[in-house]
């Protein structure tokens, strides 16, 4: 399985507080049956995010995950936060943000609100190349009571993450809702961990892959977290998806009676 949502690397946010820890988490990640992460630290205003840095970090957890014989193949990104000054330089540069430099970026929406315009954002990202993938909307406060945006988004092309503990339950019983929602219409294309250390946020997704493969079919499961996900981290096309439910059926263009009634 490919994780390209995960916050391995040491001191760089609120994920791994140790190079041990990173260790630790990435042997934990191996075991489960995880062969490939995107190192994905926050990209807001919390935390200094410094390109360079997160490449040497990668370069150096990757030299003693070899040397400890711990099978993973590093690579990196990072957690998008949509700010005016992300947005900017994501315009100039989006290689310092995306998924190993490539077209895709994982972005990340507020939890309460969400930005005015933000659909335009999206059309303005693939203007300029860019896949965006929303990151774990079943955890967003406005989109667990109204998914209509997500179906917009959507329709323009964005592409939807679900944390693996949303599907098992480990995120709350809100976010397990809405996750179950989301993966009965094949509205998500990845899941990812966000692990962010060994006990609460935990790097595993093979329950969730195997939940999924339970209960959506295994077809759907391995889309999710082998070949769209290494399509994402190889900067490939993605593979072909199976039909969403519930997307395009209403699309049809609505008699002036309809439009009138708002139906
Ligand atoms: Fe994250």
């Known amino acids: 399985m490919i994780d390209i949502h995960h916050h391995l690397l040491w001191d760089q946010d609120d994920g791994a507080t140790s190079l041990d820890l ?60 949509m700010s005016y000054d992300n947005i900017e330089q994501a315009r100039m540069d989006a290689s310092r943000f995306t998924l190993n430099c490539g077209g895709y970026l994982l972005v990340e929406i507020p939890d309460y609100a969400i930005p005015r315009g933000l659909a335009e954002t999206f059309y303005q990202m693939q203007l ?28 323009g092309g964005v592409l939807v993450q679900v944390t693996a503990g949303s599907v098992t339950g480990r995120m709350g019983k809100t976010a397990q809702r809405v996750a179950h929602e989301l993966l009965s219409k094949r509205w998500v294309h990845f899941l990812a961990t966000d692990a962010h250390n060994t006990g609460s946020r935990p790097p595993k997704m093979r329950e969730a892959h195997d939940l999924v493969a339970d209960k959506y079919g295994p077809e759907y499961a391995h889309l999710l ?27 049809e263009p609505k008699s002036w009676w309809q439009r009138l009634l708002n139906r």
């Open 22 to 81: 990173s260790i630790e988490m990435a042997r934990m990640a191996a075991n489960d049956g995880i062969t490939h992460i995107a190192c994905t630290p926050h990209a807001n205003g919390h935390y200094p995010y410094l390109p360079e840095v997160i490449s040497s970090k990668v370069a150096e957890l990757q030299h003693l995950l070899d040397k400890e014989g711990i099978d993973l193949k590093l690579g990196r990104g990072c957690d998008f936060h």
């Open 128 to 155: 300029d190349g860019l896949t965006p993938i929303l990151t774990h909307p079943e955890r967003n406060a406005t989109l667990q009571k109204d998914s209509s945006l997500i179906m917009e988004w959507l329709r």
């Open 225 to 251: 977290c082998v070949s769209n996900p290494l399509a994402a981290f190889l900067n490939k096309p993605m593979p072909p998806q199976l039909e969403p439910i519930d997307l395009y059926e209403n699309l």
